[in-house]
């Protein structure tokens, strides 16, 4: 099977106070013939990375794994994913340790213009929408014959080759696409009863409203998950043993401390990244 990926380089500022810190990330959109899935290039190579050392480790012994918390490799945590042919959109957002996936109940309502301009090599028409708690414009072209387009936009006549919000806070611009053979690829499976975090894991199937008072509680005690999961999993001959770095780059790993510098980090992370794509899911 084939599979046809777009790429989109993703401008966004996370702190509204800070208007002059622009991030940039490369997303990408993956199309096949049963839907697509829409996520950050960094994240899914630091991702797949992780894994690899954590298949290694399991590779050697099934007694204890060291997980290293690095915050590199991509700022954009979430995954999209769009079923064909009926569109139905799940968004997959990490919370401590658990995948929340979470079903989209709206789908985006367009206002089509006559405005039209050329987009990177495309010919593109303009096309508005409030979405999520912004107001977007986007760009189609029906020179690339898909109703899809980046994060949760579908619906237009041809693919969403550019996006903004009207406060110029985030925007999607499509830079390229290329055509590969998709392979399948064996899960390692972890030891019985062992939950890692951040790893594997069931995700947790939810609605919107429900998603909100999960992010109420993590905000509230962000490191609750791991203390649990730390205490579940520290009896018999399974140790997970958290490392984390401090400001001046030591290395950590007495777990009251680990926790101290997780929660301080997630606390002032929470403040800086106020500018959500989506305001409305973390009301």
Known sequence: MHKIVFFYEYKFIPDSTNKADVKKEMMLLDIDKNGSSYYSQDKYISDSTAKADLEKQLKVSSGNFTIKR???GGVVGYKVTKQYPDFKTFIFLKVSSD???V???QKPEWKILQDKQKIGEYNAQKATTNFGGREWVAWFSTDIPFQDGPYKFYGLPGL???????TGSHSMTLVGNKTFQTVKTQEQELPAGIQLFGMGGK???TNEKQFKKVWKNYVNDPTKN????MMKNSDGNNKVVFKSKSADGREISDPNQ???EIEKNLRESFKKNNNFIEPDLYK
């Open 226 to 229: 791991m203390r649990e999961m």
């Open 70 to 72: 690095t915050e590199k």
């Open 160 to 166: 969403i080759v550019k996006i903004e919000d009207k």
């Open 258 to 260: 680990v926790f101290r």
């Open 99 to 101: 995948t929340y996936k």
């Open 103 to 105: 079903e989209e109940d």
């Open 203 to 205: 995700e947790i199937e």
